[in-house]
């Protein structure tokens, strides 16, 4: 049986994905102002690297920057519900537009909502 990264494309689909995304990021007033102006293309990298890595694909995520450890990465940004739903918006639009099977759209989205709820660490 083939991994989920390899059912919806491979490479080419998480760097589609997260190139779209970040096209997002980098107009969104919300999200904006989380990444310095010289680490954009670093950040869209990781974003990448690690989920093709949690979907099944290549370890060059961990090998470049150890355990994930996703909420220790972000505890340093202001993240709070009107962040994390920015991020949802922009990712929504973004899985939206990917052409994929129904059911494999639902298990990413799944995760991606997971993952967005669990970063939240500042209350309203």
Known sequence: MSSFYEQVGGEEFFVDLVSQF???VATDPIL??????????????RLQQFLEQYWGGPTTYQEN???PRLRMRHAG????V???????????VVVDATQMD?????????YLEM?????VNQPD
Do not use: C
């Open 115 to 119: 993952a967005a709820d669990s970063m």
């Open 82 to 92: 009107a962040a994390r739903d920015a991020w949802v918006n922009a990712m929504h």
């Open 22 to 24: 970040y096209a997002h």
């Open 32 to 45: 904006r102002p989380m990444y310095p102006e010289s680490d954009l293309k670093g950040a869209a990298l």
């Open 77 to 80: 940004f202001h993240i709070n």
């Open 65 to 67: 920057r150890g355990h």
């Open 102 to 110: 129904p059911t494999l759209r639902a298990q990413l989205w799944s």
